[in-house]
């Protein structure tokens, strides 16, 4: 890893962050996911509840199995709507890796009744991804998962509790080449109302 995260600004990881779907054979250490893991805990929780559970795939067979899941899930959820060859060419591929080649998955987990847990997981998520960047590694939220990764015998085999689902699944790995940056949006301000000037001679 090239990053030190002591010496990474806010603004740069920030700034430098963007979704990779590349990744360089080599695996992460498991020092770098302790880490991102002690990271992500330090997010904002609502009533100081730390809903949060994690597990950690490192396991290529494994990701392999809950990647044709997720694919099944998605042919199953088209079937529902118009299928067409724009929505069905990815994972239509004989080669289909829903999770891009990259050698670790970290799932963010909550109990199921929690009524913020779910928005607790994205801030600690939101920690890992930034963190991840600091230390030279890439990220990208695999949301077509998700389906997979509930289900009772992934779940089961996950170690992930009847009582608990999946929120966040995030792959991470080492970035192969540089990721390009992505323009976004400058903010939609609905409203921005102020005080200022009530009362005051213009």
């Known amino acids: 890893m090239s ?3 002591d010496n990474m600004t806010l603004r740069r990881a920030i700034e430098g962050r963007f979704s990779v779907r590349t990744f360089a054979p080599e695996p992460v250490t498991r020092e770098a996911v302790q880490t991102l893991l002690s990271m ?7 009533m100081h509840v730390e809903p949060w ?5 490192q396991d290529v067979a494994m990701l392999k199995r809950i990647s044709d899941k997720a694919r099944d899930s998605m042919h199953a959820m088209m079937a529902e709507f118009h299928r067409t060859a724009a929505n069905t060419t ?4 004989t080669e289909f890796d829903a999770f891009h080649g990259a050698s670790t998955l970290i799932v963010i987990c909550a109990p199921i009744a929690g009524r913020f847990a779910q928005a607790d997981c994205w801030l600690a998520a939101q920690n890992l991804m930034l963190t991840a960047f600091g230390i030279g590694l890439g990220t990208c939220v695999i949301g077509m998962s998700l389906s997979a990764l509930n289900l009772p015998e992934v779940k089961q085999e996950l170690g992930i509790p009847s009582e608990s689902q999946a929120v966040a699944p995030i792959i991470v790995g080492i970035p192969c ?3 390009p940056a992505v323009e976004r949006k400058p903010p939609h301000v609905l409203a921005w109302r102020s005080s200022e000037g009530i009362g005051s001679s213009q």
């Open 40 to 46: 992500a805990v330090r997010a904002p929780t609502a």
């Open 53 to 57: 559970e994690f597990v950690v795939v």
């Open 3 to 5: 990053q030190c995260l």
């Open 90 to 93: 990815l994972i239509d591929q």
């Open 177 to 179: 080449g540089e990721v």
